[in-house]
């Protein structure tokens, strides 16, 4: 599975971002699978945003949830990302993840992870 995202580099404050995930290789409809939106400040730790599942539920960070929301085009194979009433502190690296844990007839538990290159957004006027 491959993931791609895409969108604006530099927002203003106030405004909304709209970030695109084109996955390649697999379907975003396939069991199991959950598409998260994961970001990363400068110089802090990756902060989980919220996620997509294979069944279209959508699942938010508590902190983030009041302007975040995720959706997908089963269409385009494409997982979308918008965030509303930018902030600076909301400047980061945000990452389309896929994740997905299976238990084989063997009763081995295998878990696939994949993750795109990320896409910088800094938001500044």
């Known amino acids: 599975v491959q993931l791609q995202e895409s969108g604006p580099g530099l927002v203003k404050p106030s405004q909304t971002l709209s970030l695109t995930c084109t996955v390649s290789g697999g379907s975003i409809t396939t069991n199991y699978y959950y598409w998260n939106w994961i970001r990363q400040p400068p110089g802090k730790g990756l902060e989980w945003m919220g996620a997509?599942?294979?069944?279209?539920?959508?699942y938010y960070s508590p902190s983030l949830k009041s302007r975040t929301s995720i959706s997908r085009d089963n269409a385009k194979n494409t997982v979308y990302l918008q965030m509303d009433s930018l902030k600076p502190e909301d400047t980061a690296v945000y990452y389309c993840n896929a994740y997905r844990v299976v238990v084989t007839p063997n009763d081995e538990v295998r878990d696939y992870d994949y993750w795109g290159q990320g896409t910088q957004v800094t938001v500044s006027s």
């Open positions: 997509i599942a294979y069944s279209g539920s959508t």
